[in-house]
């Protein structure tokens, strides 16, 4: 391991933060921002902060699998080599899939791509992008002529007004939301409004919020076009010389929302917030749209990124510092898997699929026998297609679907269906891993070489600072070793992934007469040594703009045949379900704040799993009366899928009659607490993104018998459980449980979960038999192993001074009796919910500062506390302790 400091990037979300990484003297790993990367300035959030405690081999696959068995490299190239073969001599290359990743880095996206759409010859490869991009793409491409992000992060900084639309941007993408914050109070002029059904904590920054009505996105912003016509808003000149459609998108518009009246309506808001929405857009000449998920993630979704889109296009609005349309990406390199076709409808370097001169250009190109004509198969109908036998072959790389697909239960009788799957991954125990009949070793984070693209189209390494660990190998290498077992090992020559990028650049350049945006050429010819230490920059580069274009669309002109942008006629379309009396709620699913995707990274962090440690529904305190719910009980949410059990969480800031639940939870982490089971996979027609963010459900209260908690050093698999859900802690996993029957032994049961069948223990245990409560301890040698408390209800000790034992080296006769008692000895303290992940401050211990200390900025809160005075991400968090406390005060 190296002593000197590596710069990389970080592998969670679409920010794309610059990370130093440094094996200190001791040998333990430090991670911190990068204060020379432009996107973050040296900034990280809790995840980034935490990247040290993920890097372990814990749970890692490290050898090739063959149906469970350790096989050589030769034998399991060998075999899907012949397997892919013969199904495809069998059954046409139609018949062979991929399923790739965000997670991949560019030079990975770029040789899977080739090798099943130039060599394979079909069109069957798509990305979990489906899933959170790709209506932006579809939208993008519509208006510009191109996937093209307008913006850059520099724009946030530079308006007078920002627009968050369907975006907790301070949870999923927190460096970007403390440089809005930091702006906001650099520039009183700058304004925030946030369009989203739910407060959240991004709602903290908002001047205005608008919590329109779940789908009612595309209605919104038809009014405001037409608000925009009827003020005189229209850059007319700009129209002119630029824009087509404009007609066309303006009468639809009026025909959509013809008052503004019938828009608040719709949406379910004031209409005086309204208005005000409709003024401050209308009278503001710098202002940036930001767009995420809530866009996306809907059967509607291209349209309501066009109408966005629209209203920019309108006003001139775009191209210019501080103004603009602008999408946050939800991976790492979901831009780069763009770049290189790794969506099934695309080709490589922006060229499209269905295109016939892109088709002869990219097959001259890679000299391919021949290309497909036609798209193929996105991740639903992919997936669809595997159940029904027409995919025979299956390889995935490096996601998760079982999990992160909508209908999940569908995806997982498909992978148990399916005649071959091959999956590609770091870890050896996911819930799509556990399927595969061959399983291969993938490099991860802080291992591998390559780029990833953020956001803001800027193009940064990702460096390897450690050795790969057992037989692991990059995907690159992995895909590349494939297609020479294949027969095509002279055009999958690769060594290192710097040969690969120079691939990837030329075909960027390749037949490009200006009418591709992305285009990288000049970096064809460098060298490897300028790879190494390539510093990050943004396309397109060329020898004019040799650092990068910061910002697209300055001169006027898009990548459309005739170089105008396109306005595009849009109608609100309602969500594909509708609630009704038997399915009266909205279930919308999305991220909590210290977690990322199916948390196989962010799992094996105490820190970061201390903030948020089960799956949880939270809903507005009148449904939760409606429904009989209480905060803290568990609860069964259904849908016409299925059901799962959660906790719920009662907030005014959800909307009355919608309830969220977190999407990363799985079967590695708990039982029937899959969100993506209840969703149906209903897609956007254009874009082929499923809609996540509207589900009809019902909740109802979930009685079992008895409730409690363990905390073991040791990964339990605990049996006969109606619920659990573990999290790790520091030096142990904590678990809360419960179960509908009640065991005849207490002692039995609890010594069945916490000990080895043959081992003899030293067991301390307490029972009120009236009471219903149960506790006991395992020590081993004077320390503690694991406890257990289990009681009649949800009124349960608290749990954190528990934890802190597990880092003492000897527990004392009082602690012993506490550990009976349920109560914490002299010195213990409970600091409650963890809201500073990364100084370890709880809940409790801030509104202590906050009522008795007289803390009352978070400022005062950091300087005695210590609390959000590292990566920042707490903020929001302590801001609503301050209000709540101020408003109760």
């Known amino acids: 391991m190296s002593s000197d400091e590596v710069n990389t990037t970080c592998p969670y979300c679409g920010v794309g933060c610059g990370v130093a990484a440094k094996f200190n003297s001791d040998g333990m790993l430090s991670v911190s921002g990068d204060e020379a990367h432009p996107s973050n300035l040296g900034r990280v959030?809790?995840?980034?902060?935490?990247?040290?405690?993920?890097?372990?081999?814990?749970?890692?696959?490290?050898?090739?699998?063959?149906?469970?068995?350790?096989?050589?490299?030769?034998?399991?190239?060998?075999?899907?080599?012949?397997?892919?073969?013969?199904?495809?001599?069998?059954?046409?290359?139609?018949?062979?899939?991929?399923?790739?990743?965000?997670?991949?880095?560019?030079?990975?996206?770029?040789?899977?791509?080739?090798?099943?759409?130039?060599?394979?010859?079909?069109?069957?490869?798509?990305?979990?992008?489906?899933?959170?991009?790709?209506?932006?793409?579809?939208?993008?491409?519509?208006?510009?002529?191109?996937?093209?992000?307008?913006?850059?992060?520099?724009?946030?900084?530079?308006?007078?007004?920002?627009?968050?639309?369907?975006?907790?941007t301070a949870w999923c993408h927190p460096v970007l939301f403390r440089r809005l914050t930091r702006a906001v109070e650099d520039n009183p002029d700058l304004q925030v409004v946030q369009i989203d059904p739910r407060q959240n904590a991004t709602t903290q920054l908002a001047d205005l919020h608008l919590p329109i009505k779940p789908g009612s996105d595309a209605l919104l912003f038809a009014g405001l076009l037409s608000y925009l016509e009827e003020t005189g808003e229209g850059d007319d000149i700009f129209l002119q010389q630029s824009v087509d459609g404009v007609k066309e998108t303006l009468s639809a518009a009026r025909t959509t929302a013809p008052h503004i009246e019938q828009v608040a309506q719709g949406c379910e808001i004031p209409e005086q917030d309204l208005i005000s929405f409709y003024n401050l857009f209308a009278r503001t000449e710098r202002v940036v749209t930001v767009f995420s998920q809530g866009i996306n993630q809907s059967s509607s979704g291209t349209d309501k990124v066009n109408s966005i889109i629209n209203c920019h296009l309108y006003t001139g609005r775009i191209g210019q510092p501080g103004m603009g349309p602008f999408s946050l990406t939800g991976q790492p390199n979901a831009m780069g898997g763009r770049e290189v076709g790794g969506l099934s409808n695309q080709l490589a370097a922006h060229m499209e699929l269905e295109n016939p001169t892109h088709r002869k250009l990219v097959q001259e190109f890679w000299s391919s026998p021949k290309l497909p004509e036609k798209s193929g198969l996105k991740a639903v109908d992919m997936f669809r297609a595997v159940e029904e036998g027409g995919i025979k072959a299956l390889w995935i790389m490096g996601t998760n679907p079982a999990v992160s697909m909508p209908d999940s239960s569908q995806v997982r009788r498909a992978l148990s269906k399916c005649e071959f799957l091959v999956v590609s991954?770091?870890?050896?125990?996911?819930?799509?891993?556990?399927?595969?009949?061959?399983?291969?070793?993938?490099?991860?984070?802080?291992?591998?070489?390559?780029?990833?693209?953020?956001?803001?189209?800027?193009?940064?390494?990702?460096?390897?600072?450690?050795?790969?660990?057992?037989?692991?190998?990059?995907d690159w290498w992995i895909i590349s070793q494939v297609a020479g077992y294949m027969g095509f090992a002279a055009h999958f020559p690769y060594l290192q992934p710097a040969e690969i990028f120079r691939e990837h650049a030329a075909l960027s350049a390749w037949g490009n007469n200006d009418d591709r945006a992305f285009n990288i050429g000049v970096l064809s010819t460098i060298s490897d040594k300028d790879y190494a230490a390539m510093k990050p920059m943004q396309w397109p580069i060329s020898d004019q703009a040799p650092y990068g274009t910061q910002r697209m669309f300055v001169d006027g002109k898009y990548f459309t045949s005739n170089r105008r942008a396109r306005m595009v006629t849009v109608k609100q379309r309602p969500p594909a379900h509708s609630t009704n009396r038997e399915w009266p709620l909205v279930l919308n699913t999305g991220r909590v704040r210290d977690h990322w995707h199916t948390m196989t990274r962010t799992g094996k962090s105490s820190r970061l799993a201390s903030h948020t440690i089960e799956p949880y529904a939270e809903m507005h305190p009148a449904d939760a009366h409606r429904y009989r719910l209480t905060e803290g009980a568990l609860a069964r949410v259904t849908t016409t899928l299925g059901q799962i059990i959660v906790r719920i969480q009662v907030t005014g800031g959800q909307r009355p009659g919608s309830i969220f639940v977190p999407m990363h939870w799985n079967d590695q982490f708990t039982v029937n607490g899959c969100v993506n089971r209840l969703v149906i996979s209903e897609t956007d027609p254009l874009s082929g993104q499923p809609e996540s963010k509207h589900m009809p459900a019902r909740v109802e209260p979930y009685a079992p018998s008895w409730y409690g908690f363990m905390f073991s050093r040791r990964l339990l698999q605990p049996d006969n459980l109606s619920y659990w859900s573990r999290s790790r802690g520091d030096g142990y996993w904590r678990y809360e449980i419960a179960g509908e029957l009640l065991p005849d032994d207490w002692a039995g049961a609890a010594r069945n979960w916490l000990c080895e069948e043959t081992e003899q223990v030293d067991w301390v245990e307490y029972f009120d038999h009236s009471a219903q409560r149960y506790r006991a301890a395992r020590f081993v040698d004077g320390i503690l192993e694991s406890s257990v408390f289990i009681g009649p209800d949800i009124n349960l000790p608290p749990r954190d001074w528990i934890g802190h034992m597990f880092a003492q080296e000897n527990i004392n006769a009082a602690e012993r009796a506490s550990l009976l008692s349920g109560i914490a000895p002299a010195g213990g303290e409970d600091i409650g919910r963890i809201i500073c992940a990364c100084n370890r401050v709880g809940e409790k211990r801030i509104l202590e500062g906050i009522m008795d200390q007289g803390l009352d900025t978070v400022e005062q809160i950091g300087e005695c506390l210590g609390a959000g005075t590292n990566c920042g991400s707490c903020i929001p968090d302590i801001k609503g302790l301050l209000t709540a406390c101020l408003e109760t005060a």
């Open 45 to 168: 959030c809790s995840k980034g902060a935490a990247l040290h405690e993920t890097v372990n081999l814990e749970g890692r696959l490290l050898t090739p699998e063959i149906s469970g068995e350790q096989v050589s490299w030769d034998q399991a190239l060998t075999t899907i080599a012949e397997r892919f073969s013969a199904i495809i001599e069998q059954h046409g290359p139609d018949a062979v899939a991929f399923y790739v990743s965000g997670q991949l880095l560019t030079e990975d996206y770029y040789v899977a791509n080739k090798l099943m759409k130039g060599f394979i010859g079909s069109a069957n490869i798509d990305t979990n992008s489906r899933l959170c991009m790709s209506s932006t793409v579809a939208g993008h491409k519509r208006a510009f002529g191109g996937d093209i992000v307008p913006c850059s992060y520099d724009d946030l900084e530079q308006a007078n007004l920002v627009v968050l639309v369907g975006s907790n």
């Open 425 to 474: 991954d770091c870890m050896s125990d996911t819930d799509t891993v556990n399927l595969a009949q061959v399983r291969l070793p993938a490099l991860t984070w802080g291992e591998r070489s390559g780029t990833v693209t953020n956001s803001e189209r800027r193009i940064s390494r990702q460096r390897p600072f450690m050795p790969s660990p057992g037989e692991a190998r990059q």
